[in-house]
């Protein structure tokens, strides 16, 4: 059973992944696996994969997007949750969920070629799952993300997919930016977010896109080059929240932006993030400003350069574009949906 | 001139690096540079590198160890500092220092492959070189730092060398580690580090090497596999007070599991980067307890597996390998030095 290992100085949860559990032979430093043969996510592949959590169907009976378990789950949720400390350390197990949006029965593989109906349909299917998971009462977090293309950790199945992993533990990353926004909202009782979208619709200098509800803009301080952020204007701390009427604007936006990248960064690889507020807000007092100070939005970052060691290790990035030029570009590609 | 711009969500530093300015053509998703003509790093080649920041020559007056800076510098130390604010958003000049050690006059590529008292020269070298910038008042922190290999950031290239960059702002990773060393301080009365090795030392399950003063081991909540830290057995905040006799013992002891891991793993690409205290510690209260609660060590991580985004942007990591197994093969490789 995956087992979770909290780090002793940074109180950092790692999973350590028993089912894929690895040897020192199983690294190939270059990937030598035979090219895709039978793809497991195409229409009539459907027993390849593991029991379907949810699907959405068209008229005539026939899936459009498809939630599966993953063949190799990082966390289970059939398991009885336990904690313990073990000397100084502190460990549980890896009750959660790990589940594979399969985006379409067509093997295509960039969400950027889906139609704008099916990306909406892949983000309502996003919404269901987060809906359904937050009913187990061990899970503390949703996070749902697409790694696409072999550079992003997409693998070698070239079809569109993402990623839902339902922990039992609130991530560093998140409870940063909760802090974080909550440190601007005590100060200003205004949301970060709403400020920062009002102060660069005004500067129009890294706004990529805008468009019924939705911004993409390429944040002033990015890791990433070319990385873009999908906001939605209206303030919204929870992105499960958002209507089938606004997530078809939003699937709309998304295409384009994804469509930009491709055309000028020549089809490179990229992950997305949907980062949402935790949907357990319980207590008083730390997070009680969380409907006011948290914002969601989705982080697109394409995978253009080899990342640095010394950037995983410090969290001190150095980005190769300047963010004003990288949104010029990008605004500067035509695209039709 | 290079900028830092500050995340006004999550207080993050980024360097905007305009001297490496890219535009969407300069990312070639595969590398087409030829294959290497002349390295400018070996003996007899000087002259194509920046002016010389600091050498050890031999008796003869050659050079062994040779600090050079960048030629494409992240930050530069020849500026005026300055600081502001634009709308809601800060940034400063990017001051400090991007230097490049060059571990040998040889063409020798891993550090693994080097004589044990090469390798104390480097790090010698490394401590000269913070002692030095400490001197300037404007500088924060000295990152050091190594990429090896192509998948580690180490370019096409392959002459040993490491990196050395100086900032003028404290890293957040830094502050999180020294924040969590704090936090059990004042709870214990103990450095997090010293209780670790202890516990380590007894259950010797994830102990790879001890020897002299210094022990490697694979930490209990790895994000990599087989990642290992190497640490000073006894309490020390600032590696670069580690004495010449010193420099021996752990230069000695990371030639050994440098060489593990490149005979287990089959020569992966690594990267390595010192974790020492901030030399500034002017403020009473916050880091008051410093000298007491840190413990400089070295993190070895081996990039063995792509690292999907949502690894990036959650901090949230999934280990494949277990660490206790993870030891027990790097222990069982002989290696002599």
Known sequence: MPQLRKDPILGRWVIIS????????????????????????????????PGELYSIKDEQGNWRVRVVS???????PNKKSWKKGKGPYDLMGGVGSHEVVIDTPEHIANMADLEVGNIREVFWAYCERIRALQEDMRIKYVLIFKNYGWDAGGGRVR???SQIIATPVNLKRVK????????????????????????????????VLEEDGFVALVPFAPRFPFEVWVLPKEHSPDFYKTSWEDLFSLASLLKKVLLKIKILLDDPSYNYIIHTAPFR?????????????????????????????????????????????????????????
């Open 70 to 76: 993953s063949i190799k789950p990082f966390l289970e």
């Open 281 to 337: 807000r319980p207590y008083p007092g730390y997070w009680s400003t969380i409907e006011e100070d948290y914002h969601w939005h989705i982080e697109i970052t394409p995978r253009l350069t080899q990342v640095a060691g010394f950037e995983w290790g410090t969290g001190f990035y150095i980005c190769p574009t300047l963010p004003e030029e990288a949104a010029k570009f990008l605004r500067e590609v035509e695209v039709r949906v």
């Open 18 to 49: 028993t089912e894929r559990a690895k040897r020192p032979k199983d690294f190939p430093h270059i990937d030598t696996s035979p090219p895709e043969r039978e793809c497991p996510f195409c229409r009539g592949k459907e027993a390849l994969t």
């Open 176 to 207: 940063e930016e909760l802090e974080g926004a909550k440190f601007y909202y005590d100060y200003h009782e205004r949301c970060v977010f709403c400020d920062l979208i009002r102060q660069e619709l005004k500067e129009q200098e890294r706004v």
């Open 159 to 161: 079809h569109s997919r």
